[in-house]
Each structure stands twice: as C-alpha cells, then as structure tokens.
Antibody
Framework: QVQLVESGGGLVKPGGSLRLSCAASGFTFSDYYMSWIRQAPGKGLEWVSYISSSGSTIYYADSVKGRFTISRDNAKNSLYLQMNSLRAEDTAVYYC??????????????????WGQGTLVTVSS | DIQMTQSPSSLSASVGDRVTITCQASQDISNYLNWYQQKPGKAPKLLIYDASNLETGVPSRFSGSGSGTDFTFTISSLQPEDIATYYCQQYDNLPRRTFGQGTKVEIK
C-alpha cells in the first residue's frame, strides 16, 4: 500500500540544523510532486515546501525561504528537508505528503494524499 | 496568500446529529477547495476534493458544497468515530496552498 515514513526529527538549539527524510513506498515515487507541511503544537497546518517530480521546480513558504532546502532522490524513493538557522517558531510536527491531482477537460484538481505519520522537530535551548 | 477562515473553531454535538462547518476564502477560489480530517495524534486524511467530490472510501455521511468564497462541510449523522479536527484547504494559488484554522468536533 502507499506509505510515507518520515524520520530525522528531534531536539535542536536555536540556530542549529536538522535534516528530515521521508521514505516512500507503494507507488512510483518519481511520477509525483511532493510537499512538506508542518503543524506547530496545538495549531493548524502550514504548507512549507514543494518539489516537482524531477526536482527541477521548487517553492517555499516565505516563513522558511532561505533557511530550508527541499530535495529528492528518485533512485532511493526519498524526499528530504534540510533545515538550517532553526528558530523556536519552527517547532512543529513535519509531515511529508504526496502532492497529487489531475486536470480534466474542464478543471484541475489538487490534493495532499497520503500523508506520513509526521516527525517532531523541537527548537529550544 | 489566500486566507481561509473556518467556523466554528469547535463544536459539540450528539451522536446522530447533523454537523455543519463553514469555510470562507479571502478571495474567489472557484471550487478549488479540499476538506481533511485529522484524528488525535494522527496525520490528516483527505475526505473531499474540489469542494464536493468525496474521496474513494469515505462514508457518504460526509459531504461538501459551495463555490467562490463560501463553502460548507456537513456530517449528516455524527458518529463516534468522527471525533476529529476538520480543515479546509484552498488550491487556487498553487503551489502556495493554505489551510483554515480547523474545527474540532466533539461528542456531547
């Protein structure tokens, strides 16, 4: 079955770095765009970054631009998020999600499905 | 960014009740709206896409409607397993998708 498994979260000091990984299985990883989405404790959902299937197109939320780097290795069916210059406000559960959808003759559809179980990143001194 | 405003932020209802959640976009997003369910300690799950299309395998008691700026999510008969937080999410402004703040549904 389609599965996404994140790893790499943990406790890091402000200004520190962390690299998250997301292992994909059950589908042709190289065919799909992927995204990272985060959720601060007790808060809502925030889209963080997106990467196209080939890795040639990348976008970031303004809140992480210049500090985070998304990448992928299609040969390893893996997605990554390199997080530098971490701040307390980056504390969150980070989810990877398949960024799917399609266009019909009349409209285009897009969704995050499925999501991984998430990995907790805590930025604190 | 497009702002999504959900209401109420929480609600309490009895089993079998009809539950309605609204989501308002800060600008016209056509039908480009999804609804997700997040159970405690779990990842979100896609329920409805394109405002009203039920994802495969999702019970028919869930439904969505609306277009433009105003959208509605309905549970026709609340079940104990529906206890969760529900989020709307726009995809009109790809790839900068935004979510509503969530609506927590509890059993009375």
């Amino acid at each position: 079955q389609v599965q996404l498994v994140e790893s790499g979260g943990g406790l890091v000091k402000p200004g520190g770095s962390l690299r998250l990984s997301c292992a994909a299985s059950g589908f042709t990883f190289s065919d799909y765009y992927m995204s990272w989405i985060r959720q601060a404790p007790g808060k809502g959902l925030e889209w963080v970054s997106y990467i196209s299937s080939s890795g040639s197109t990348i976008y970031y939320a303004d809140s992480v631009k210049g500090r985070f780097t998304i990448s992928r290795d299609n040969a390893k069916n893996s997605l990554y998020l390199q997080m530098n210059s971490l701040r307390a406000e980056d504390t969150a559960v980070y989810y990877c999600a398949r960024d799917g959808g399609y266009c019909s003759s009349t409209s285009c559809y897009n969704w995050f499905d499925p999501w991984g179980q998430g990995t907790l990143v805590t930025v604190s001194s | 960014d497009i702002q999504m405003t959900q209401s109420p932020s929480s609600l309490s209802a009895s089993v079998g009740d009809r539950v309605t959640i609204t989501c308002q976009a800060s600008q016209d997003i056509s039908n480009y709206l999804n609804w997700y369910q997040q159970k405690p300690g779990k990842a979100p799950k896609l329920l409805i896409y394109d405002a009203s299309n039920l994802e495969t395998g999702v019970p028919s008691r869930f439904s969505g409607s609306g277009s433009g700026t105003d959208f509605t999510f309905t549970i026709s008969s609340l079940q104990p397993e529906d206890i969760a937080t529900y989020y709307c999410q726009q995809y009109d402004n790809l790839p900068r998708r935004t979510f509503g703040q969530g609506t927590k549904v509890e059993i009375k």
